[in-house]
């Protein structure tokens, strides 16, 4: 049986292994350089952590849960980084986000004898995540894992239950996370990029293949996910709400306000599969035979994020952004300036969605959804940049628009008179 201390060699033997093979092909430099998505904000409590770009919040996977990204090649060298920092910010983040479901996804390449933190570090680490942290990570992809990792996994063993364990999945290739979150939207390092192609050529003898993206299939005519609002009204006779919008929010008001924690859980992948074929198909989807209020409202948060343009468009993106510079004071006007600026059909939709939401926030002694929890859960799903992911600098300014139009929803929504008016 090998014992802790030679686990620990046979790691630090594989790191060294992989150092070599990456000598003379990446400099170091290019591993710890900051990525574009770092923090720029320098009165941010853990700036001197944050601005390496290490950890990224980059909106929701493809089941509605939180997505967060720790990459390895954007960590230091280690003198030039506190590593208990590091695990204080590690906290401070997800302390954010702990209390729904959520998704991690650690970028392995760059990981180095320089910029590691020891092994003692992990271990105090892994103890500092206590249940509060555990128990709502439903997923954990581990990209480009090596046989460092593998060892590492074997050492940590006698810590890690075996229900935290059979959340951890191998991801050797990039286009293998498609399957489970908006690759589009992911904060990607340059470094890990230029990796996976090198890996993906080295296992095609030298000749790198393109990655395997299936052409796009024209649309049904009852399609409900991943098509535009147009579309979708278009093919429902000039219906101004979507179908499966309008079943959700429905059964949701009947059912769901009073639910604790709404909005906040996760449901079973296949299941959501499932109902979205249904509803692509044009299927009117009985919820009340699942027996769980969180599917609805898992489906709802699905459709928003699946639309190819978000709500709130992408040509208001940037004024969303720039609530934060806006005085206190004036912060709900603009709002109301922002929103009245949506092309018709968007603004009656918001309207519809909003509205919603302000009955589950009324409700909030009950479900513990405030409009600050809900803009939290809706923000990321509501906009998005065209171009890339949001992140993390971009999360704070989207919840605050979110929350203001959640709970300002009468003053904001009020004078605009579109057409025709849907109300929940």
């Known amino acids: 049986m090998i014992s802790t201390n030679d686990l620990e060699q046979l790691a630090e033997i594989e790191l060294e292994k992989e150092e070599e093979e990456d000598k003379g092909r990446i400099s170091q430099s290019s591993l710890t350089h ?29 089941y509605g849960r939180k997505l967060i990204i720790f990459s390895s090649c954007c960590m230091p060298p280690s003198h030039q980084l506190n590593h208990h920092r590091l695990l204080e910010y590690m906290k401070y983040t997800l302390d954010q986000y702990v209390e729904s479901d959520y998704t991690v996804v650690y970028f392995h390449y760059g990981l180095r004898s320089i910029n590691k933190p020891n092994l003692s570090w992990l271990r105090n680490a892994y103890r500092e995540f206590d249940r509060k942290y555990k128990k709502n990570l439903k997923a954990l992809y581990v990209v480009h894992p090596t046989n460092f990792i593998k060892i590492l996994w074997n050492l940590f063993k006698p810590l890690i239950s075996h229900k935290f364990g059979k959340k951890l999945t191998y991801v050797n290739y990039l286009t293998e996370l498609r399957e489970h979150v908006n690759y589009e939207q992911l904060i990607i390092p340059q470094a890990v990029l230029r990796h996976d192609e090198e890996l993906r050529a080295a296992q095609k003898g ?10 796009p299939r024209p649309p049904l005519p009852t399609q409900q996910f991943s098509v535009s609002l147009q579309y979708i009204r278009e093919k429902n006779n000039g219906a101004l709400i979507p179908p499966v919008m309008h079943q959700t929010v429905s059964y949701l008001k009947q059912k769901g306000l009073k639910t604790e924690g709404i909005f906040r859980r996760s449901v079973r992948v296949q299941l959501i599969k499932d109902i979205q074929r249904l509803c692509n198909q044009g299927k009117v989807v009985n919820f009340e035979q699942y027996s769980d209020v969180h599917v609805p409202a898992v489906i709802l948060k699905t459709f928003l994020r699946e639309l190819p343009e978000p709500l709130l468009t992408f040509s208001l993106y940037d004024q969303i952004q720039n609530i934060t510079k806006v005085e206190s004071s004036l912060r709900v006007s603009r709002c109301k300036m922002i929103v009245e600026s949506l092309p018709e059909h968007n603004f009656i ?47 704070a300014p989207l919840n605050i628009f979110t929350e203001l139009l959640i709970e300002f929803y009468t003053t904001i929504f009020s004078s605009r008179c579109p057409s025709q008016q849907v109300l929940p």
């Open 349 to 395: 939709v918001a309207k519809y969605l909003v509205c919603f939401l302000h009955m589950v926030s009324q409700e909030s002694i009950f479900n513990k959804m405030s409009a600050t929890n809900l803009a939290c859960v809706f923000g990321v799903n509501l906009a998005w940049p065209r171009h890339g992911a949001v992140s993390l600098n971009a999360i």
């Open 206 to 215: 030298g000749i790198l293949p393109p990655a395997k993206v299936l052409p």
């Open 34 to 62: 900051p990525s574009g998505n770092a923090c720029q904000d320098t009165s941010h409590p853990y700036y001197d952590v944050a601005r390496h770009g290490i950890l990224q919040v980059t909106g929701d996977d493809n």
